[in-house]
């Protein structure tokens, strides 16, 4: 195990940034501000089935189901029912200096599994959009999730199987930009990092990135989006001098340098239909893709799960959404989530690659807007 110093300074700026932008404006508010009109909250809970939890592997699946995976958490199942709490506060300054508003957004997040309590979850998110001319906003926001469960791997230093968990952060800065009334374009700096519990923190990572994205109103009532992003990880934990032998039989990739690359693209359309069953349907369909390549300069024999490995891992979603009530709306949403790999061993393909299939009900009551 290797301690690494963990860094908050960006999201200690990012916060910091975020409060300071909601009191400049009082200098110069154009009215005074009001609770009912500058504020909303809402809240959302979605419920449904997920077919591998853990995104195991199919092998991984067989040797679950012949109590053959090693583990110490002992998962009741590879598949669950899940719930999903929301709670999602947004404030509002009023316009200012003729046109500017500054505008925040917190959403708290709670993922339940019914059979597999362990894998439960908080997050916590922050948005804000900031103008700063008529067509260019500041834009900024900062995700967290203090503790989320990965599974259970051997630790080499301690000799034993422990639950790998880790603390998540990813923040993101830059500006928004609306071309024409239908085209707007954004571009932001973005950087997370991954810090694991005690066990682990050989798998420590930092990253560094860009993204970008379109928006494109197509027809009045049909909108194309699209998003890419560029990240470069540092496996920071990782120590060269550390390595050891690999042990194959436990199938772990705790060892070597799991540096990496990745290209991020994802596209898709948002329609509202016409009125079908007395009502009109908000649709949405997208399409992501994620290409990793590790970078670790170290052969084959030194380091067998990362050295000339990448994989694609995609994602269809399908969504679709209408109004049940006045301040209640709700739908179903579908989706398919799978990775494939490539590597130089034939071994990492058998325990990397994994299929997931989701499908669940959301619905969101609006307590004011």
């Given amino acids: 195990m290797k301690k690494t110093r963990i860094r908050h300074g960006f999201a200690t700026l990012l916060i910091g940034a975020l409060t300071v932008s909601m009191i400049l404006p009082v200098q110069s508010m154009a009215r005074a501000w009001n609770w009912k009109k500058d504020t909303g909250f809402s809240i959302t809970y979605t419920s449904?089935?997920?077919?591998?939890?853990?995104?195991?592997?199919?092998?991984?699946?067989?040797?679950?189901?012949?109590?053959?995976?090693?583990?110490?958490?002992?998962?009741?199942?590879?598949?669950?029912?899940?719930?999903?709490?929301?709670?999602?506060?947004?404030?509002?300054?009023?316009?200012?200096?003729?046109?500017?508003?500054?505008?925040?957004?917190?959403?708290?997040?709670?993922?339940?599994?019914?059979?597999?309590?362990?894998?439960?979850?908080?997050?916590?998110?922050?948005?804000?959009?900031?103008?700063?001319?008529?067509?260019?906003?500041?834009?900024?926001?900062?995700?967290?999730?203090?503790?989320?469960?990965?599974?259970?791997?051997?630790?080499?230093?301690?000799?034993?199987?422990?639950?790998?968990?880790?603390?998540?952060?990813?923040?993101?800065?830059?500006?928004?930009?609306?071309?024409?009334?239908?085209?707007?374009?954004?571009?932001?700096?973005?950087?997370?990092?991954?810090?694991?519990?005690?066990?682990?923190?050989?798998?420590?990572?930092?990253?560094?990135?860009?993204?970008?994205?379109l928006q494109v109103k197509v027809l009045p009532k049909l909108v194309f989006d699209g998003d890419v992003r560029y990240r470069w990880a540092d496996n920071v934990g990782f120590d060269q001098n550390e390595i050891v032998a690999n042990n194959a039989s436990l199938l772990d990739a705790e060892y070597g340098d799991g540096s990496y690359g990745e290209e991020w693209f994802e596209y898709g359309l948002s329609w509202e239909t016409p009125e079908l069953l007395n009502r009109t349907w908000d649709v949405q369909v997208t399409h992501r893709l994620r290409h990793r390549y590790y970078t670790s300069d170290m052969s084959l024999e030194d380091d067998p799960f990362h050295a000339g490995r990448e994989h694609l891992q995609q994602r269809l979603f399908l969504d679709v959404n209408t109004s049940i009530v006045s301040g209640l709306s709700g739908g179903i949403a579908l989706e398919y989530e799978w990775r494939r790999t490539d590597s130089p061993n034939d071994k990492v393909p058998v325990v990397k690659d994994f299929d997931a299939y989701r499908a669940m009900l959301n619905f969101t009551i609006e307590i004011w807007d």
């Fill in 48 to 213: 449904g089935y997920d077919s591998n939890i853990l995104e195991l592997s199919d092998d991984d699946i067989d040797r679950f189901e012949n109590n053959e995976l090693p583990g110490s958490t002992s998962p009741s199942t590879y598949d669950d029912l899940v719930q999903n709490f929301g709670a999602k506060f947004k404030i509002y300054s009023p316009k200012y200096l003729d046109f500017r508003r500054t505008r925040l957004f917190y959403t708290f997040g709670y993922q339940s599994f019914a059979g597999n309590k362990y894998n439960d979850r908080v997050s916590h998110s922050l948005f804000l959009m900031q103008d700063i001319t008529r067509k260019v906003d500041l834009v900024a926001s900062y995700f967290w999730i203090p503790q989320r469960y990965l599974r259970d791997y051997y630790d080499r230093d301690m000799g034993h199987i422990y639950p790998c968990e880790f603390t998540y952060h990813l923040y993101s800065a830059g500006l928004r930009f609306q071309v024409t009334k239908q085209i707007r374009l954004d571009g932001r700096y973005e950087g997370y990092q991954v810090y694991y519990n005690r066990y682990f923190t050989e798998y420590d990572s930092e990253s560094n990135g860009f993204r970008v994205g």
